[in-house]
């Protein structure tokens, strides 16, 4: 007898990774349809969350975008950044499964609450490199806000070295726990007992696209701090 029988609708471990992969994938393409029907720009369909962040980052204010590998890895970040984000759209509709379940039905789930709890983890992780694009993440700003903008530059290139040590750190550590748990087959602990090597290698892959997305900022940074000097001195 398995020990799920008698707990209703269970969603099957396959289903639920198959739909987060295939799910954003559909939302993105609907996306850039309704855009293309409107007739607004089907590269850029996040222009207005930058401009929000321009006044806190100098390469934003100057639409600085670098060279061919910044530009092919601020790529990456932005659409791998609009896949998860269609990621909030499960939870919503798992919880609202759940409380129907619970409250209608007298009937609650032994899944809803793991599959989004997994769900919102590997989100968080995932975005790391998308909020860095757009100068989200949060900023000491004590001394930073009163600089002029080439010290910005300057400020964030020094303070790169920080950034790198953790994100390098979190990569390695990650890769670690990603080829433990496939070597071991790890699994939850709670009934539902789902496969945890997908949302370890979620967190070595949003702990790559990091790390891609602080060495892109870096080489901006150098080469804007470089085109300031030389507008200054002219």
């Known amino acids: 007898m398995s020990d799920l029988e008698g707990f209703g609708f269970v969603m099957p471990h396959w289903l639920y990774w198959g739909w987060l992969a295939v799910m954003p994938l559909i939302m993105m393409a609907l996306d850039r349809r309704a855009l293309k029907k409107k007739g607004e720009n089907v590269e850029s369909p996040h222009a207005n969350f930058a401009e929000v962040q321009a006044e806190e980052d100098p390469i934003i204010l100057h639409h600085f975008e670098g060279n061919r590998f910044t530009k092919a890895v601020d790529w990456m970040s932005e659409n791998s950044g609009v896949f998860i984000s269609f990621w909030t759209i499960n939870a919503v509709c798992f919880y609202f499964y759940e409380v129907?379940?619970?409250?209608?039905?007298?009937?609650?789930?032994?899944?809803?609450?793991?599959?989004?709890f997994l769900l919102l983890g590997m989100q968080y992780l995932m975005a790391g490199g998308f909020a860095l694009l757009h100068g989200a993440h949060v900023r000491v700003d004590v001394v930073y806000n009163y600089l002029p903008e080439r010290g910005r530059v300057g400020m964030d290139i020094f303070t790169s070295m920080f950034f790198f040590t953790f994100v390098l750190a979190m990569t390695i550590t990650s890769w670690i726990y990603f080829e433990y748990a496939m070597q071991l087959g790890e699994t939850t602990m709670e009934t539902?007992?789902?496969?945890?090597?997908?949302?370890k290698g979620m967190m070595f892959l949003g702990?790559?696209?990091?790390?891609?997305?602080g060495i892109s900022k870096l080489v901006k940074d150098i080469m804007l701090y470089v085109r300031m000097g030389q507008e200054k001195s002219v």
């Open 207 to 213: 702990s790559l696209l990091l790390l891609l997305a």
């Open 192 to 199: 539902w007992g789902i496969q945890h090597w997908p949302v």
């Open 100 to 116: 129907i379940m619970r409250y209608v039905f007298n009937m609650p789930t032994i899944w809803v609450h793991e599959a989004s």
